[in-house]
């Protein structure tokens, strides 16, 4: 894949999609340690680590993505001078952290809503979550638009509501046609009306879901931005697979444009159904999250061996 570095994304056929050879991956993620520190690293959780499952619930992570994150934040945790590590998910911080289970480590959940650091050997269950307080009065509308648009549809079996503080995701990649869910979801939600809360949110669309979030509350984009002030790193990883990475992704480019920052974004494939604004936006592609584990790895490795 081209190096888009020099100019803008250049938009591409994803079928077939055109894969990154593992040697080029390795080589650009590695050579970050090459820069000044620190690196961010921040990675996406579904899709990325995380095979896409039909039932979010049923989601687990790539076990070698596991232990190269155990890897990547001890070494964070002991040479924070050098390298910072987050997972940045749309799922709830509580959830995400739950199914990575690695301590010493920033979650980030909600698109970057809420989250927390979870300790050295705690418990997933025990993540202190942080939410801006100016988005709970966002909570009480949320719940109820998740719970008035389930009864709505009389709680199909595809649809599976994910309330996540204040805001609410409808998911429905178990439907058998997708098209259709959405069709029935958009109708439920304009039956509702008022009562639903709907007027209080933005609706956003990803990976066979639908969210609906606080208004300029902003996703990936708005969180990396957020990051990116408060580490002021010298180099940035991104990882990611789905519409908001893409937000990440092009925030990335710009700083990169505006101000010289350093940083490589990786899309990770692994459905048929990536959107293709998340391969344009990308630098390079990788097939699968076992292909995104084992970049992690390496890194891992690598920066083992430097930092000792």
Request: proline residues 8%; glycine residues 8%.
């Amino acid at each position: 894949m081209t190096d888009r570095r020099a100019g803008p994304p250049v938009p591409r056929c994803a079928h077939p999609p055109a894969f990154d050879s593992w040697r080029d991956v390795r080589r650009r993620v590695i050579s970050l340690l090459d820069e000044p520190p620190p690196l961010l690293v921040v990675t996406d959780f579904d899709g990325t680590l995380a095979p896409i499952t039909l039932d979010p619930l049923a989601t687990r992570i790539v076990p070698a993505a596991r232990r190269a994150l155990r890897v990547l934040a001890r070494l964070s945790a002991d040479r924070p001078d050098r390298l910072r590590l987050v997972v940045l998910s749309g799922r709830a911080a509580l959830d995400v952290a739950g199914r990575v289970r690695v301590g010493r480590l920033e979650y980030l959940g909600n698109h970057g809503l809420e989250g927390g650091r979870l300790p050295w050997r705690a418990r997933a269950e025990h993540l202190v979550v942080h939410i801006d307080p100016s988005l709970q009065p966002f909570v009480e509308p949320a719940e109820r638009l998740g719970s008035a648009v389930a009864e709505r549809l009389g709680r199909p079996d595809w649809l599976f509501v994910e309330t996540k503080g204040p805001s609410v995701a409808f998911h429905f990649r178990q439907a058998p046609d997708a098209a259709e869910a959405v069709r029935r979801l958009d109708a439920a939600i304009a039956a509702i009306g008022d009562a639903s809360g709907r007027q209080a949110f933005e609706r956003f669309e990803g990976r066979k879901v639908i969210e609906f979030r606080p208004p300029a509350a902003g996703g990936k984009g708005a969180a990396l931005e957020r990051l990116l002030e408060r580490e002021r790193p010298e180099s940035v990883l991104l990882l990611g697979d789905d519409r908001s990475d893409a937000e990440a992704f092009r925030v990335l480019a710009r700083e990169r444009a505006q101000r010289g920052l350093t940083g490589l974004a990786i899309a990770v494939h692994g459905a048929t159904e990536t959107p293709p604004e998340v391969v344009e936006a990308a630098d390079m592609l990788l097939p699968a999250p076992l292909d995104a584990a084992a970049v992690l790895s390496a890194l891992a490795s690598a920066a083992a061996r430097r930092f000792a």
